[in-house]
């Protein structure tokens, strides 16, 4: 199947990728000049992703930033693209145990940011809160595996349903939110072969993170990929820069110049 030119990635572009064995590419954005630049290399799919509380605010988890935060960057990303779909993170208390509060939740991502979809992370748990927004007509993500936002619950960051039993309940969670109507799945950090065994079952795309290479497609945070966060060193995690570096470089040449009275120059005064 040969694939079309796309002017706007929808839900179910990313299903016909799918069909046609098309990898998907998805990287995570918080603001209008970042947005703007991923948008022009063609990237199908832009996450404000709650990781925004790490990368962005400096807190140690994603549990903090507020539904109010998500909506400021949400709608500064989605000024700044035309071509990607945007999808933007449900934070933590805003939709768990109230399905209500879910769907209040999401409609509010919807209206006041203009997002094209929102991601939840959870199984069976959130099933009645996934039903509901999507009754609204609001497009799903689903997010299993490391979920950050049950940091508390895991107690570290490491690789997920290496045992049977974790593994068993993540293959009933993705097959349930697939049945329920998400549109896509996020996988993170969970071993390779059950990742691919997962994607070859279901019907929608399965997007990786530390998920190996045989889904349907990588996320990666842009701040990590980029090597602006330092830190943060998972094996799944390929730095295709070190814009750190290049950050220092630049600012300590600004420096220089200032004290040294180099900048301005005569061309750059009026
Ligand atoms: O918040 C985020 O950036 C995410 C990705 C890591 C998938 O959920």
Same mark, same amino acid.
């Given at each position: 199947m040969k694939a079309p030119k796309v002017t706007k990635v929808t839900t179910h572009v990313l299903n016909e990728m799918k069909l046609r064995g098309e990898k998907i590419s998805m990287l995570t954005a918080y603001d209008f000049s970042m947005a703007k630049i991923l948008d022009c290399t063609g990237i199908d799919v832009i996450l404000v992703g709650d990781s925004a509380s790490n990368v962005?605010? &400096?807190? +140690?988890?994603? %549990? *903090?930033?507020t539904l109010n935060d998500m909506i400021y960057h949400a709608s500064s990303v989605k000024r700044g693209v035309e071509r990607a779909l945007v999808v933007v993170d449900l934070p933590f &208390?805003?939709?768990? &145990?109230?399905s209500i509060e879910a769907l209040n939740s999401a409609i509010r991502i919807m209206k006041e940011s203009a997002a094209d979809a929102v991601k939840l992370e959870g199984g069976s748990e959130i099933v009645e809160s996934i039903t509901r927004i999507l009754s609204a007509g609001i497009p799903v993500m689903g997010h299993l595996g %490391?979920? *950050?936002? @049950?940091i508390h619950k895991f107690g570290t960051y490491k690789v997920r349903a290496t045992e049977s039993e974790e593994a068993d309940k993540l293959i009933s969670d993705a097959h349930l939110l697939s049945d329920t109507g998400c549109f896509s799945l996020v996988l993170e950090k969970i071993p390779a072969k059950l990742a691919e065994n997962v994607a070859k079952s279901i019907k929608i795309p399965v997007i990786g993170i530390g998920a &190996? @290479? +045989?889904?349907?497609g990588q996320v990666l945070v842009l701040h990590d990929m980029l090597g602006i966060t330092q830190e943060f060193s998972p094996r799944f995690l390929r730095r295709y820069h070190n814009l750190n570096d290049e950050i220092k470089i630049a600012v300590e040449r600004y420096i220089s110049d200032v004290k040294d009275v180099k900048f301005p120059g005569e061309n750059e005064q009026y």
């Open positions: 962005m605010a &400096g807190h +140690k988890t994603t %549990l *903090p930033i &208390g805003t939709y768990q &145990g109230n %490391l979920t *950050p936002q @049950s &190996g @290479s +045989k889904v349907d």
